[in-house]
C-alpha cells in the first residue's frame, strides 16, 4: 500500500507559477514510476508528466512541454511538478499516482495507486 499526498494547488494569475508536491508513505517510494495526471471539471483524467523510478528519464503531455517540469527526491519520498508559464486552460484537479515498474505510462487505469488531488485554477 502506497499514500500519497499532493499539496501546493491553488490560485494564480496567467503567466504564474506553482510548484506541487505528492508526498508518498508506505512502501518503498523509489519501486514506482510517478505521474501527474489532471482532470478539469466534466472531462476526463488526462497525462501530464511522468518519471521513471531513478528520476532519469521523463516524459510530457504536448501541451505542457516547456512549461512544466517534473522532478522526485527519493530520498524524500516525494514528487514534484514545477508549472510556469500557467494558462486558464491549465485549471483542474491535479493528481499524483504511482506505478509499481519502470515505464512511464499515459492511461490512468494503469497505475495502482492515487493521491486525493489538489485544486489548481488560473485566472485571466
Known amino acids: 500500500q502506497v499514500r500519497l499526498a499532493e499539496s501546493g494547488g491553488g490560485l494564480v494569475q496567467a503567466g504564474g507559477s506553482l510548484r506541487l508536491s505528492c508526498a508518498a508513505s508506505?512502501?518503498?517510494?523509489?519501486?514506482?514510476?510517478m505521474g501527474w495526471f489532471r482532470q478539469a471539471s466534466g472531462k476526463e483524467r488526462y497525462f501530464v508528466a511522468g518519471?521513471?523510478?531513478?528520476?532519469?528519464?521523463?516524459y510530457y503531455s504536448d501541451s505542457v512541454k516547456g512549461r512544466f517540469a517534473i522532478s522526485r527526491d527519493n530520498a524524500k519520498n516525494t514528487v514534484y511538478l514545477q508549472m510556469n508559464s500557467l494558462k486558464p486552460e491549465d485549471t483542474a484537479v491535479y493528481y499524483c499516482?504511482?506505478?509499481?515498474?519502470?515505464?512511464?505510462?499515459?492511461?490512468?487505469?494503469?497505475?495502482?495507486?492515487w493521491g486525493q488531488g489538489t485544486q489548481v485554477t488560473v485566472s485571466t
Open positions: 518519471i521513471t523510478r531513478s528520476g532519469i528519464t521523463k
Open positions: 499516482a504511482a506505478d509499481y515498474s519502470d515505464l512511464v505510462r499515459r492511461i490512468p487505469s494503469e497505475y495502482d495507486y
Open positions: 508506505g512502501r518503498t517510494f523509489s519501486a514506482y514510476a
